[in-house]
């Protein structure tokens, strides 16, 4: 109800528009008014207040975009108590480590159910730079049997296929979705659930969930599309690399880095 698609706009290249409304997204930003139309639920917490309206920006609008997700996510609207960064949520699960990981890896999982009107769609890690097109990732011919498509896992491989006792063990800093067979399987609930079973084993815990649950469902793709690097490799960088993907907490782009990168 609060959002209006317009399709093929007679003499607009665009196509398909779309325009948040009721959020107070179209609003005069020197506007001093203090009566502002806007459905409480999803509105920012400038927007409630009429003593904040003028803090009313362009960031208001992400707001709402986030409570979107998150009400894609766990079926309700998020409460005041739940603004903050230390924020509790129902993927906390009980003896899992997450002291090196942040809660944003649970959110890769999650890309079917939020985005299942796509047909497929790239998930790319942030600690990564894309140095070619990705038509020709996003257009590789997947088997019928597979819904993802994932580069191995330079450091774990041997170890992770050990430990769980699977075929392969790929890295999850990027996926090709086949988002329509991931929501047949039920991917994102399995995932999601095998980690709740086994917090003690996860000790990657999307990228173990992934490779636990959609395994013999992944086709491996050349390196080139997530090649992973350590801080003391010597990078030739005439060789074609789509994406370089810097693993570890040393990152090239940190001011004060001494690798090789």
Not at 9 to 22: C, K, P, W, Y
Not at 184 to 191: G, M, T
Request: hydrophobic share 40%; with cysteine; net charge negative.
């Amino acid at each position: 109800e609060n959002i209006f698609i317009m399709f093929d706009a007679a003499g607009n290249a665009v196509t398909q528009l779309i325009e948040f409304i009721d959020f107070d997204s179209v609003r005069d930003e020197k506007s001093t008014d203090k009566f502002l139309s806007y459905t409480h639920e999803w509105a920012a917490p400038e927007q409630t207040n009429a003593c904040t309206v003028s803090k009313i920006s362009r960031a208001s609008d992400i707001y709402t975009l986030g409570e979107l997700a998150f009400w894609i996510y766990f079926g309700r609207h998020s409460k005041d108590s739940e603004h903050r960064g230390f924020s509790k949520y129902d993927f906390d699960f009980h003896g899992l480590d997450m002291q090196h990981w942040t809660r944003a890896i649970f959110f890769r999982i999650m890309i079917p159910k939020m985005f299942s009107d796509l047909d497929r769609m790239i998930y790319i890690d942030g600690d990564t730079l894309v140095l070619d097109d990705l038509y020709e990732l996003y257009n590789t011919p997947m088997n019928e049997n597979d819904m993802l498509a994932m580069v191995v896992d330079r450091f774990s491989y041997k170890t992770r296929i050990s430990e769980l006792k699977t075929s392969n063990y790929f890295n999850s800093g990027m996926i090709l979705f086949d988002i329509k067979k991931c929501l047949e399987f039920n991917f994102s609930e399995k995932c999601i659930q095998w980690i709740h079973d086994n917090p003690e084993t996860a000790k990657f815990p999307d990228q173990d969930a992934i490779n636990i649950i959609a395994n013999d469902k992944i086709l491996r793709l050349n390196n080139i599309y997530n090649k992973q690097f350590a801080p003391n490799d010597a990078i030739d960088w005439s060789k074609k690399y789509v994406i370089a993907h810097f693993l570890s907490a040393i990152k090239p782009w940190h001011y004060n880095t001494t690798s090789s990168y």
